[in-house]
């Protein structure tokens, strides 16, 4: 058995749709489970119907949300022609999840309408793919993922209840494989004991795969993607950025937890558990080698490059000269849980503390407010943050030309560098 991830970018017309369908029946002689994520920019739209929601502004919520609706009713007209009625009734069932929400005023904390808004996209995805693949003469069950996988109520980033999930996938998905050669499920999304719909982090539909991965199974997973394998940069930003044809779990989780889009940083564990393969491939063309990611051990691998923009550095300096690291740092990280902010790069004195955090202005703004109670408070914004794994001299001479480095922190591997323009 296998687990295929499909993300946004590979069913986001009728005709990669059409494709996946084909690579699947070039695989028909396996078991399959696929993941599938909300297509194109769907989450990003729906996003913008929460945040016109949480505002206040139903008619403009309603009128967002109609859009989303239009296009993926119009995929069903491009593409299904016997099941199109069971396929509409289905969107619209889902449809009405969202709608009946949308009508009311907000009375829970904007993480909680985040996900029972963005958790669509998925569901009108995932169902879409599957009635055609049925039409296609294949094999094909779909599930809804919320009756499998069970998280707290940690809104936007929920935890997974292991031995809950486990049961139901032994009960409830491993029994289908007799009698169905796919099935086919949402990623990112799940559910809490109260069935109220959770995401598991952005990008969280890789991580999907590997729970599902590890309790099937499976023995391997691949993420398709429209890029050819894993490369050392972002190649929209780098255009000599390199192919990358294996890796380590290892390294594959230090490139995440620095900010590579690649793979979800929670994927690679319960895939590393049971020694699970994991191959990144490109749907635009199936047969190049891609990357496979294993516990096998890969040398001379090139630097490897991470930007993340927007970026803030908050400088808290004590307000009466005593030492960070006393009751005050103590206060500070509670207000980073509470608003559920993590540091990308920290550097601390006997009195002051540096942390460079993504620019989420409503979040910076309530930390800045909360920490000034204890802290003298001062902010930069608009800079840059600059990673690099295997570096080399040459390479940050190249990356750093016309930057002011505001913060640098170095090891043997990894070079981070936080940079305005000059």
């Not at 986001?12 to 696929?34: C, F, G, M, W, Y």
């Not at 955090?357 to 000034?372: M, Q, R, V, Y």
Request: glycine letters at 2%; charged letters at 25%; hydrophobic letters at 40%.
């Amino acid at each position: 058995m296998k687990v295929f991830k499909f993300g946004g970018a590979s069913i986001s017309n009728p005709e990669r749709i059409k494709n996946v369908a084909n690579l699947l029946k070039d695989h028909r002689s396996t078991k399959t489970l696929i993941v599938i994520s909300a297509m194109g920019k769907t989450t990003n739209a729906l996003e913008k119907v929460v945040k016109a929601y949480f505002d206040g502004d139903n008619e403009t919520a309603l009128a967002l949300f109609q859009q989303v609706k239009d296009n993926h009713l119009d995929l069903v007209k491009y593409l299904i022609t016997l099941r199109w009625q069971a396929a509409e009734n289905q969107l619209k069932d889902f449809f009405t999840e969202v709608e009946w929400m949308l009508h009311d005023k907000p009375v829970r904390d904007y993480d909680y309408y985040y996900d029972q808004v963005v958790c669509c996209g998925e569901l009108l995805s995932s169902s879409i793919v599957a009635t055609y693949l049925q039409e296609e003469k294949l094999n094909v069950k779909w599930i809804d993922v919320r009756d499998i996988i069970r998280t707290d109520d940690n809104f936007r980033d929920a935890s997974v209840n292991w031995a809950y999930t486990a049961d139901r996938v032994q009960q409830d998905v491993q029994p289908l494989f007799d009698t169905y050669d796919i099935v086919v499920t949402q990623g990112f999304i799940a559910a809490t004991d109260e069935n109220e719909s959770t995401t598991l982090g952005r990008e969280g539909s890789d991580y999907s795969a590997a729970i599902f991965a590890n309790l099937l199974p499976a023995e391997s997973v691949t993420i398709w993607k429209d890029v050819p394998a894993v490369m050392s940069a972002d190649p929209k930003e780098f255009a000599d950025a390199v192919n990358i044809p294996a890796l380590t779990y290892t390294e594959v989780i230090e490139m995440a937890f620095y900010g590579a889009q690649v793979i979800h940083p929670k994927t690679i564990k319960p895939l590393q558990n049971k020694k699970i393969p994991l191959l990144v491939k490109s749907f635009l063309d199936p047969e190049l080698p891609g990357t496979i990611i294993s516990s096998e051990p890969v040398r001379n691998l090139p630097p490897v490059i991470v930007v993340k923009q927007k970026q803030v550095l908050m400088h808290f300096k004590s307000k009466d000269f005593s030492f960070v690291e006393d009751k005050p740092i103590a206060s500070l990280h509670r207000l980073f849980t509470e608003l559920k902010m993590k540091p990308n790069l920290t550097q601390n004195t006997a009195i002051s503390l540096l942390c460079c955090f993504d620019d989420h202005p409503e979040k910076i703004d309530s930390l800045a407010g909360g920490a000034a109670e204890i802290f003298d408070v001062v902010l930069e914004k608009n800079l840059e943050l600059l990673t690099v794994r295997h570096y080399d001299e040459a390479t940050m001479a190249r990356l750093t030309k016309d930057r002011i480095i505001v913060l640098e922190q170095r090891t043997m591997v990894t070079v981070q560098m936080l940079m305005r323009q000059a």
